[in-house]
């Protein structure tokens, strides 16, 4: 398949208006057949990553009755009494630890098209390892290939090993992932000591939120290699604060941006990115991009697409409108409705209908709907699990990410 003169953004360095090729799921030199789509106009990106999800969390509203914290286990505690997740536990009262019963598998996927309609085809989802059953379950990438921990304060609470075992089990060769000092108390503040303690600070950890690590601590983090998670719209509604986002760019830190749940994030990360653009307007456009680009796919030690538009590697195509002409500032303004096509090696996920033309499909495969009176498809069926959903809990529910 052929995209012509679309405005190809192959990474935060490079872009120019060429054509695009895609063949077998993978960008390639050129097309092997005839099918072309115009895309004059249009804007391509390398489709995003989300370093940072609690799939089964996307419910809503947001819940932090006593907010703001000075610790996050203070609202883990207080988060089961919650409203939202009384709510939520009318359909799903299960440990995070098996998810694979369909009322868990439901949450998740909604969760997936919460990652699906902002321009996500590859997501962490941070809870215990489930069955590999459950990450072959998706139409995008769930990341299978972790380990993980909860916190150094909380340990695995929710499941899994013991936080020395689910290190040693990485060979590193894959991600370790796990909060790091969430707050601003003495107990956040003691976590990184016990990270660096029990061998947990290594080039393949990646630290989700860092906000009361101290500018030493950081440059510790930087000479192990290591990543961060930054949820910044999380950070502030949780806690008032967020991690020290100066330094950790002064450094060279390899920074990424999740969304965390909606129960204390952003609606997705597009909004995340928008949030982010607007409360830290220092941060360059670019370096915004790389954070959901580049930088978490080095991060999550992904092997078949970087984060950029490359030849052989996995088509995880983002299109779009160009609403500004300077593709990167387009970028930091996207919305759903925005995304003219979104694929994932090389199939259709999301977009606007007039594009399925291209491509071999059912129509019972996919919902189509509109969005800001435009005709719009998306594989699956989110809409049948929602209905279960109204059923269950006998009213109609909202959720913000859907945008039908």
Known sequence: MEFTNVLVVKNAREHGVNNLYVTNGKYSVKSFDKIQADCAGLVAYPSLINIHDHLVGNWVPKGAPSRPYSNTNIWVEELNDSEPVKERDKYLKKPVGHLLEEAGLDLAMLGVYKNIFSGVTIVQDHVPRQKEEYYQSFPIKVISDFQQGHSITGKNWWGGDELSEEMKKTKGKMPFIIHMAEGSDDLARSEFSGLVDQGLLKSNSILVHCTALTPEQFKQLKAAGAS????????????????????????????????????????????????????????????????????????????????????????????????????????????????????????PIFGKIEYLKYFSWNAKDYHLFECNDCKMFVTGHPEEILKKIEKKLGYKKHFDYLPF
């Open 228 to 347: 961060i998670a930054w949820c910044p719209n999380s950070n502030i509604y949780l806690l008032g604060i967020t991690l020290d986002i100066d330094t950790v760019l002064k450094l060279g830190i390899n920074t990424c941006l999740g969304t965390d749940s909606t129960l204390s994030g952003s609606t997705n990360l597009l909004k995340e990115i928008i949030y982010t653009k607007q409360t830290f307007p220092e941060i360059s456009n670019e370096t915004l991009f790389k954070m959901v680009t580049e930088n978490p796919a080095r991060a999550l030690m992904l092997d078949t697409y970087k984060g950029m538009i490359e030849q052989d590697v996995d088509a995880n195509l983002l299109l779009t409108r160009m609403n500004k002409k300077d593709p990167y500032e387009n970028f930091v303004t996207l919305n759903t409705c925005d995304i003219e096509l979104l694929m994932y090696v090389g199939k």
